[in-house]
């Protein structure tokens, strides 16, 4: 048994990679979260999109806040042990009839760092089903290293380079993560997984919140970014990064502008569009 998670919740984490799904907070809390991001679109005109979706902790308090609620971290302590790290945060809307879809993938094959102790939390704030495009995910797939991916910048799909698994997929291992709000899933950084559109007349909104140790290095760049949330860290691998003291506080907003362009170096890697502009110039910044 560990803080939160029970024996056989970590048992499942270790042999299929996923844990799913886990109440990480309450209804009420989730339907918290997302009027504060409401409320920025109310006031932007829009759903949030481009690159405020990416190392949204930044310049977002309720995600900065929601990143470090003990619930989640006992389960993230749970995984990785004592020390524990926040590399990314990523808001993943997909509004009704938008067509935006994520290929299979890997988040370990554009990520840079050089560990496998990698979690992912995926809140989700409105329900997440079959229909409305939750992820699905390969139970066990996670174990078999880095797989090849091939990057077909497809202008639906989310990720930043449309990267695809090159291998055949037997999508009847697959398994839909439906949650309801305030559940979250808990998948390894080598899990298989991807989502399809959202084909009903509500939108769905999730918070991606991706967990490292301090012993993780950046490979791709020379210079990365996480904040350190319980433990210690005993390597300097990563500079520390500035909470937000508002909503796009012009300081917050200054340092995601810095911090999103290194971000945009490390996923578009080894393709021509490294270096371009960061994140503004790709399809995960849309
Ligand atoms: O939100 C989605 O549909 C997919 C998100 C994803 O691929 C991830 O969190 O790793």
Redesign the pocket.
């Known amino acids: 048994m560990g803080k939160i998670l029970t024996a056989d919740e970590i048992a499942r984490y270790k042999s299929d990679g996923l844990i799913c799904p886990k109440r990480l907070m309450s209804a009420d809390e989730a339907a918290r979260y997302l009027a504060a991001l409401e409320s920025y679109e109310t006031a932007t005109g829009g759903p949030v999109n481009g690159k405020w979706r990416y190392k949204s902790h930044l310049v977002f308090p309720w995600i900065n806040e929601m990143m470090r609620l003990p619930q989640i971290l006992d389960a993230v302590e749970d995984l990785l042990g004592p020390d524990v790290m926040v590399w990314s945060s990523?808001l993943?809307p997909?509004e009704p009839g938008d067509g935006r879809f994520?290929s299979w993938?890997q988040?370990s094959a554009h990520w840079g760092l050089d560990s496998n102790q990698i979690v992912?939390v995926?809140v989700a704030l409105t329900a997440a089903s079959e229909e409305n495009?939750?992820?699905r995910m390969l139970p066990g797939s996670h174990t078999g290293g880095v797989a090849p991916h091939r990057d077909t910048w497809d202008p639906n799909n989310?990720?930043t380079r449309g990267q695809t698994i090159d291998a055949e997929i037997d999508e009847t291992r697959a398994v839909w993560t439906t949650l309801q709000p305030g559940e979250a899933s808990l998948?390894h950084v080598d899990m298989w997984?991807?989502?399809k559109p959202n084909e009903t007349d509500k939108r769905r909104v999730?918070v991606?919140l991706r967990y490292i140790t301090p012993a993780a290095r950046q490979e791709r760049v020379d210079t990365d970014f996480a904040t350190l949330l319980r433990g210690e860290d005993r390597y300097g691998h990563f500079q520390p990064e500035a909470a937000p003291e508002a909503t796009m506080h012009p300081d917050a907003v200054a340092e995601h502008q810095r911090i999103a362009d290194i971000q945009g170096q490390i996923y578009l890697s080894g393709t021509e569009r490294a270096g371009v502009s960061g994140l503004i110039e790709t399809n995960e910044a849309r």
């Open positions: 990523h993943y997909k994520i993938h988040d992912t995926w495009g939750c992820m989310i990720l998948h997984h991807a989502s999730g991606a």
